[in-house]
Antibody
Framework: EVQLVESGGGLVQPGGSLRLSCSAS????????MHWVRQAPGKGLEYVSA????????YYADSVKGRFTISRDNSKNTLYLQMSSLRAEDTAVYYC???????????????WGRGTLVTVSS | EIVLTQSPGTLSLSPGERATLSCRAS???????LAWYQQKPGQAPRLLIY???SRATGIPDRFSGSGSGTDFTLTISRLEPEDFAVYYC??????????FGQGTRLEIK
């Protein structure tokens, strides 16, 4: 089955850190760029970060630049998001998302995980 | 940054009716790099339309997209009960950062 399964969310204090993981199955993970998109409770979608298929290129939204790090392990079919210096405004469901492109990213998304909730609160 | 404004915020219609959702960009979206997603409560978004008018795999033909430049439209020709959800537009490729509209809630009248 083609799927993405996120894990690692939870409650963290402001200023704390958390690492999200996303396990991919059912497709050739190493061929696709991957992304993280988040959604604050009751709000719309916000783009967070991208990584190329081989991990050599990354991109971050200004809101998380310098605090979040995206990475991947193609041998384990797993995507990561290391989050540090967390703020209340980072509270959201974080979705792991697959790009539609192979050689180059297309920057739109045809497979989403169910998401993992990150709550930043004291 | 390209700002996408969706209208209306909420659309109340009955099954069988036609739905027209709008997405307006603050500057031209080159090559019609615009996508539409559907999100139901408690679920992840699902890709409906890409390239402004191409249906994604498995999407029924009652969904259609149109537009170019700064004005885009998602049309659902005859609403089915399962179509009531929140719809987001997204621009991609022409200009980073990737941005989404704020969403249109399609509710049963």
């Amino acid at each position: 089955e083609v799927q993405l399964v996120e894990s690692g969310g939870g409650l963290v204090q402001p200023g704390g850190s958390l690492r999200l993981s996303c396990s991919a199955s059912g497709f050739t993970f190493s061929s696709y760029a991957m992304h993280w998109v988040r959604q604050a409770p009751g709000k719309g979608l916000e783009y967070v970060s991208a990584i190329s298929s081989n991990g050599g290129s990354t991109y971050y939204a200004d809101s998380v630049k310098g605090r979040f790090t995206i990475s991947r392990d193609n041998s384990k079919n797993t995507l990561y998001l290391q989050m540090s210096s967390l703020r209340a405004e980072d509270t959201a469901v974080y979705y792991c998302v697959k790009d539609t492109g192979t050689v180059t990213a297309n920057w739109y998304f045809d497979l989403w995980g169910r998401g993992t909730l990150v709550t930043v609160s004291s | 940054e390209i700002v996408l404004t969706q209208s209306p915020g909420t659309l109340s219609l009955s099954p069988g009716e036609r739905a027209t959702l709008s997405c307006r960009a603050s500057q031209s979206v080159s090559s019609s790099y615009l996508a539409w997603y559907q999100q139901k409560p408690g679920q992840a978004p699902r890709l409906l339309i890409y390239g402004a008018s191409s249906r994604a795999t498995g999407i029924p033909d009652r969904f259609s997209g149109s537009g170019s430049g700064t004005d885009f439209t998602l049309t659902i020709s005859r609403l089915e009960p399962e179509d009531f959800a929140v719809y987001y537009c997204q621009q991609y490729g022409s200009s980073l950062p990737i941005t989404f509209g704020q969403g249109t809630r399609l509710e049963i009248k």
